[in-house]
């Protein structure tokens, strides 16, 4: 398809356990970005990929949380040692430079 | 640093009432500014946006206009469908550097028949 892919839809996990989230971005698109969405809280900025430079990393949460971006195009979201507070939905969005931002349907995780 | 603040809802509207949903932002520098919208079921996308002060976005009957002496975006339709019903985001971005949105907390808009 033609949108920002995201899997899996929803992720179930026990607290403890690790968890990795995929994001296909929009093909060509240099610019892709994961954010959390929790109820109530509305859409926290996690991390920022731009072409080759080195990622914004300022909005992870802890050490627990990494992500990368392989060939400039898929990015992995991994969450060690999962906790409670760490149920939202994560959500991945590409852009070209200077134009809109386009958003996946999100993973939504939830720590049991 | 760069936050928005928008209302809170939720907020309720009957069929073709008027529609405001504030915003107001703190930034360094002029951000660009953005209302982004999240229907039941789908995912965020972008309704409208505005770069520079004054600037009117619109879009689908919405619209909003970069305030820079009041740092505010406010949303406004002069009247509302059914179909409006939705999660409003406020966002903005910053020129330069790390060019990441920062948003609001949404704002969810009930419309009813």
């Known amino acids: 398809g033609a949108g920002v892919s995201q899997s899996p839809s929803n992720k179930v996990t026990e607290k403890g356990k690790d968890v990795e989230l995929r994001c296909d971005p929009i093909?060509?698109?240099?610019?892709l970005y994961w954010y959390r969405q929790s109820l109530g809280q509305g859409l926290e900025f996690l991390i920022y990929?731009?072409?080759?430079?080195?990622?914004?990393k300022s909005g992870l949460p802890s050490d627990r949380f990494s992500a990368e971006r392989t060939g400039g195009s898929v990015s992995t979201l991994t969450i060690q040692r999962t906790q409670q507070e760490d149920s939202a939905v994560y959500l991945c969005?590409?852009?070209?430079?200077?134009?809109?931002?386009?958003f996946g349907s999100g993973t939504q995780l939830s720590v049991l | 640093g760069n936050s928005v603040t928008q209302m809170e809802g939720p907020v309720t509207l009957s069929e073709e009432a008027f529609l405001t949903i504030n915003c107001t932002y703190t930034?360094?520098?002029?951000?660009?500014l953005f209302w982004y919208v999240q229907y039941p079921g789908e995912g965020l996308q972008l309704l409208l946006k505005a770069t520079k002060a004054d600037d009117k976005g619109s879009n689908k009957g919405f619209e909003a206009t970069y305030r820079k002496e009041t740092t505010s975006f406010h949303l406004e339709k002069g009247s509302v469908q059914v179909s409006d019903s939705a999660v409003y985001f406020c966002?903005?971005?910053?020129?330069?550097?790390?060019?990441?949105?920062?948003f609001g907390k949404g704002t969810k808009l009930t419309v009813n028949p």
């Open positions: 990929f731009q072409g080759n430079s080195a990622p914004d």
């Open positions: 966002a903005l971005r910053t020129q330069g550097g790390s060019e990441k949105l920062v």
């Open positions: 930034a360094t520098g002029y951000p660009s």
């Open positions: 093909s060509g698109h240099t610019a």
């Open positions: 969005a590409s852009r070209f430079v200077g134009e809109k931002l386009f």
